[in-house]
């Protein structure tokens, strides 16, 4: 690995405030100061670091690429910090490690392969905690068409070079890749722009879903999401059964709990794929399962839920709660909703109505519940 010395400077009139990095006026009569930063020595990361397709980090420190990197990115160490500095990484990155810090990329995932097609393009495992997810870009190739599964084998160890080679096994369906997953413990992921991909169609069987911008699993705890932007994968298409439910922007399952959903934009959601005997769902804006506890939902703005497929499949909300339990409800307050595929745009603890409040568009004198969840039809 090279060393590299990053040297940031700079002249703001602002104070230093939470988050590293995060500049904030609070007007409070700053006085202008100069703000001068030295990182401690990276270890650049270039191809002569990829063994067998993946980058393992594993000791304490700063990495940074050098140049941009084709290879999957395992971060297992404690205390260790990826910044990419503006490049892209063309493959996954998973982290196991506690205390550790990926930002300011693209992240690039290839098209999924019979090795890795249900792993997001950043994956936080169980144990991991105290993870920070800021400012990445993520895109997923959309899942190849049905045929035959391959391998991506390294076939030039000089220039890392891959190809890929066919196992010799069929397949006729695959999920879309989705974008971020978290089931650890005390992460925040911040300042992320998230395209997953949509799901291959099929000929044979019921075709898979498409990719899901953020999925919270597991018993992931004390997870923020903040201020991200996303759309969702489309479901395929089935000839021969079910069409595949359209992505959700956040689908929260499993047993999460305390966590935080906040201030962040969902563009759209994907369509349910159509299908011979029933079609898929569209995407909802956010969906809570039943066996979550404690979620936070407020301050974001939810557009163009996904249409259902056909025939028969039921078009996106833009919050789906299905939280029943007295002591674990969700609290979802102060959202915003527009160009809603379904009826009901907030259906809270599943009551199957409508929870939120109608807007004029544009707005009138009409005075508003700051807490409540408003749409605009």
Known sequence: MKIVVCVLAAL?????????????????????QIIQRVDVLKKGLSSSDIVDGKITLASVGGYCPLSNLVADIEITGTNVTL????????????????AVAVKNGAVTPRAPLNSDKAGAAITVHANAGNVLVKRCHI????????????????????????????????????PGRSGIEVSGQVVNVFDCSIIPGASASTTTTHADDGGHAIILSGSANKVRVLDCIMITGDGGDAADGDG????????????????EISHCTIFGTAAGGDGSSKGGNGGHGICIESTAIDIGVHDCRIRNTGVGGSPGGIEGKAVLDKVITAGAYSMVFSNFAHNIANTINY??????????????NPPDGTVLNPFANVYVS
């Open 12 to 32: 703001f009139s602002a104070t230093v405030i939470g988050m590293e990095d995060e500049l904030i006026d609070r007007g409070f009569g700053l006085v202008p």
């Open 83 to 98: 910044d990419l500095a503006g490049r892209s990484v063309i493959g996954t990155i998973t982290i196991s490690g506690s």
């Open 139 to 174: 895109v997923c190739a959309d899942s190849i068409l049905t045929g035959t599964l391959f391998d991506l084998v390294l076939s030039d160890t000089v220039t890392n070079t891959y190809e890929l080679v066919g196992t010799g096994t069929v397949f006729d369906s695959m």
């Open 244 to 259: 595949g439910n359209g992505g959700h922007g956040i689908y929260v399952k499993d047993t999460v709990n305390h966590s």
């Open 347 to 360: 259906d809270l603890r599943v009551t199957g109505t409508e929870e939120g409040i109608v807007s004029p």
